[in-house]
């Protein structure tokens, strides 16, 4: 029996995590779960995995929960301190980062400093504070478990050949493209929220499907894998991939590649993490190879997408660019989804906001979150 934390745990990946958790009744125990705002969905999720701790966005919330669940016996905690308390319960062994944005990064530190496994889905946390939480996970001797689907793929891809003194010669990571691909910028500046939010393959947060749309989740996860896999810029290549099938592949020395496929379904590299190295039956579709008539491949446009390009920028420049990109993009895609700015001014805010905020070589935790401070305001002050 495995003791799991789940940050997030009303969301996409957290509702995903929560149905492996149900379908290997047994297997698990659920020690905390966190939710921002969706208190209904958070009840029912207590009632049937019964945490010892829950953790949620507000005091308000909080009241409004004590409330409802006051016949039960568990803790209610909020805001950052209580996130904090979410991630680093005595009992917990693994912690899934199933929230979204860099808010991910204390709790993720500290459930590290006391030697929780991660099950690590909040990308923001990595591309910010990689050079933070790859070092401090070393030496606390713990796993970062990539939940990301490509990243599940390029570590299912590893499988043994590192330690077999295998290194990677190329990662290719693959994207789909997002709904817009294809799309020219005449095209793109007359899209709206609705088009944005459909995604063609995945369903998830709206975060990351707006991000999807930019390309800037591909940027996000080109840095994401250079943290978990120790890999430069140029050792990853995307790669546009529509139909989501191959998730995506390693390349070795001798020039032969290997991938992982599967169905587009989060549940898969949830559970992968959560068994690591064990697989496990999963309920779902399997692959037809006889009905996948065909899977194309295709270079990515980054001039119309710019998302990816700025995020390369920002990986090459390094320091707290990392951070301005992501806070920049977390705050141009909230007005996105509030409809106050148009698509293509998110790449235009994060372009701008990189130019404007003073550069820091080896940013330390506070630097990082004082940078996002920074960010924010200039974006509030303007937009
Ligand atoms: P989501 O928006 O569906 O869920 C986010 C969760 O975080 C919710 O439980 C929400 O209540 C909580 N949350 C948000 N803001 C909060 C706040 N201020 N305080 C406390 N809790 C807060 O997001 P998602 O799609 O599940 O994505 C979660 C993370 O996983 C993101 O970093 C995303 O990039 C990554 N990810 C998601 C997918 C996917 O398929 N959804 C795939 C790969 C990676
Ligand atoms: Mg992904």
């Known amino acids: 029996m495995k003791n799991i934390a789940v940050l997030g745990s009303t969301g996409s990946i957290g509702t995903q995590t929560l149905d492996v958790v149900r379908q290997h009744d047994g297997d698990f125990k659920i020690t905390a779960l966190t939710a921002g705002n969706n208190i209904a969905l958070l009840e029912k999720q207590i009632?049937?995995?019964?945490?010892?701790?829950?953790?949620?966005?507000?005091?308000?919330?909080?009241?409004?929960?004590?409330?409802s669940i006051r016949d039960l016996?568990?803790?209610?905690?909020?805001?950052?301190?209580?996130?904090?308390?979410?991630?680093?319960?005595?009992?917990?062994?693994?912690?899934?980062?199933?929230?979204?944005?860099?808010?991910?990064?204390?709790?993720?530190?500290?459930?590290i400093e006391q030697g929780k496994d991660i099950a690590l889905a909040n990308k923001e946390t990595l591309v910010t504070a990689g050079h933070i939480i790859m070092p401090l996970a070393e030496a606390h001797g713990v796993s970062i478990l990539p939940v990301d689907s490509e990243h599940s793929a390029i570590f299912q891809s590893l499988n043994g050949e590192r330690s077999a003194g295998n290194e990677i010669d190329k990662i290719l990571l693959t994207a789909s493209g997002g709904p817009f691909r294809g799309m020219t910028r005449t095209d793109l500046e007359h899209v709206h929220l609705a088009d944005a939010l459909k995604h063609p393959n995945w369903s998830m947060g709206k975060?990351?499907?707006?991000?999807?749309?930019?390309?800037?989740?591909?940027?996000?996860?080109?840095?994401?894998?250079?943290?978990?896999?120790?890999?430069t810029q140029e050792q990853i290549q995307v790669v546009v991939h529509p139909q989501s099938v191959i998730h995506s592949m390693v390349q070795y020395r001798d020039g032969a590649v290997i991938a992982q496929l599967g169905t587009p379904d989060m549940r898969l590299p949830i559970q992968y993490a959560l068994y690591y190295p064990k697989r496990t039956f999963l309920q779902?579709?399997?692959?037809?190879?006889?009905?996948?008539?065909?899977l194309t491949f295709e270079k990515p446009d980054i001039?119309?997408?710019?998302?990816?390009?700025?995020?390369?920028?920002?990986?090459?420049?390094?320091?707290?660019?990392?951070?301005?990109?992501?806070a920049?993009?977390?705050?141009?895609?909230?007005?996105?989804?509030?409809?106050?700015?148009?698509?293509?001014?998110?790449?235009r805010i994060i372009e701008e906001t990189m130019d404007a905020i003073p550069y820091i070589a080896n940013p330390d935790l506070d630097a990082i979150l004082d940078t996002e401070a920074a960010?924010?305001?200039?974006?509030?002050?303007?937009?």
């Not at 960010?375 to 937009?383: A, G």
């Open 47 to 67: 009632r049937e995995f019964h945490p010892q701790l829950v953790c949620v966005g507000s005091e308000q919330k909080a009241a409004e929960l004590a409330l």
């Open 303 to 326: 001039d119309t997408f710019e998302g990816l390009k700025l995020a390369l920028q920002a990986m090459k420049k390094g320091g707290n660019t990392p951070t301005v990109f992501n």
């Open 73 to 111: 016996d568990v803790e209610i905690v909020c805001g950052m301190d209580g996130l904090i308390a979410a991630a680093t319960g005595e009992d917990t062994q693994v912690v899934v980062t199933a929230i979204v944005g860099m808010i991910g990064i204390r709790p993720t530190i500290a459930a």
């Open 328 to 347: 920049a993009n977390e705050k141009a895609v909230a007005l996105f989804l509030k409809e106050k700015i148009r698509f293509l001014d998110i790449p």
């Open 375 to 383: 960010v924010y305001e200039r974006i509030e002050s303007r937009w």
């Open 207 to 231: 975060k990351i499907t707006v991000d999807s749309a930019t390309l800037v989740n591909k940027g996000l996860e080109v840095m994401e894998a250079g943290w978990l896999f120790g890999v």
């Open 284 to 294: 779902g579709e399997r692959l037809d190879f006889y009905a996948l008539k065909s």
